[in-house]
């Protein structure tokens, strides 16, 4: 570890590996810590991701694709099912990845870069200078280091400390972070080629449960409510173990994974001087699907990009990297956080009467995108009372 | 106070990312709390925790 670099990224998940791979491809010198000992463990994902929006960052690899999708099934409280895609979607739709071999990837193709690379090195605070970042110092094997960077790209998860610690309120609100239990279940009867997606409030109170297939016999079966629904007895655990003794009473648990998902809205501001903060840190995972792989890499890569720029004019005062707020704000990623917020905000507290209602009266359709907003659209038109209902969510579509 | 079940806690980081204090972090594998921010009134962390295992001790 030197005393000094252009950049310093903290994590080393999908966001860190895009940050700091895109910085060291303009020639900066990159240092990227993460706190664990090994890159992509323990896993905290339920890890599907659409295959076009992956494709924008990595040709995709059997290495590290668990399962090839060509399904989505919304399961409703009483068992209807709607299913989205189709056999002749060409298995378009998505991807189950293994996030241990896949994040290793990402992070190697940094270090290709020319990133250096330090795990189980923790940032422990920044290094403020008249108030703005520094550095930060970092404890590694028992030891402390300084270690002073123009630019901090803070790519540290969920529990994100580093934007705090600088000054800024990242706290969620406890009714938008939903709270998650998942098994990796093997020996079971699954669709090899869907996700599933069960909606309930009985069974999920303000989220869902999805069993996503990680290849023959085996999937991810998870869960994530709403924190303010959770509480002793009722805990995510507990409305997993229920699921799972229910649906697959003769699986064979291999793996427990929990896991925070902020289905908030985003940071006010994702930068500030000297810092970018990118993925899961910046509360940029989705608030509907809860996914943050692809959210994580796009601001990732953007952030690398635009520290590499600022540095190059000199300047990395917040009113330098602002372009990276607003790029993603202002672009796709941050139109699609909007409406699916709104989404969130519309539906999330249905009863399940009217969860039931809406895909009893989806049954006769057939959909082949998979994206909220088609799903969305498709459920307007065959329920035109929701109109009335949610008129201020039409207004986003 | 609180006090962390080790055995228990899967060392995910939901509690962090609510704590309204900023009290807790997850430093590698485990759980830390910092008692002089952390007031244990609010009880945020112990109700999010998806298996548990923050508990609120008498002081």
Redesign the interface.
Known sequence: MKEAYDVLVVGGGPGGALAAKAAAEQGLSVLLVE???AIGA?V?CAEGIGKEALAEFIEPDPKWIAADLDKAVLIGPDGTKFTIGNNHSGGKVGYVLDRKVFDRELVWQAAEAGAEIQV?A?ASAPIMIDGKVSGAVIHQHGKTYEVRAKVVIAAD?????FA??AGIN?????TE?E???QYIVNDIDIDERANLFYISYTDAPWGYIWVFPKGHRCANVGIGIA??K???GH???DYLDRFVAREFPNGKITE?????V?VCKPLECTVADNLIIVGDAARLSDPITGGGIYNAMYTGKLAGEVAAAALKKGDTSKMALMVYDTTWREGPLGHALARNYAVKESFIKMDDAKFNSIIHSMSDLSLDEITVKSLVIAIFKANPWLALELPRLLMTL | MIHIRRDVC???????????R?AL?????YLTVDETLCKSKCK?CS??????AIELEEQ
Request: charged content about 20%; aromatic content about 4%; overall charge positive.
């Open positions: 706190k664990r000992p323990p905290r189980h923790r998860g969920v529990e994100s400390k705090k610690w990242t706290t969620v609100p406890l972070l709270t998650c239990a924190g303010t959770s509480g002793e805990r995510a655990k427990l994974i929990v896991g925070g902020s | 899967g060392y995910c980081g939901a509690c962090v990312s609510v704590c309204p900023g972090e997850l430093i590698d594998a945020i109700t999010v925790c998806p298996l548990g």
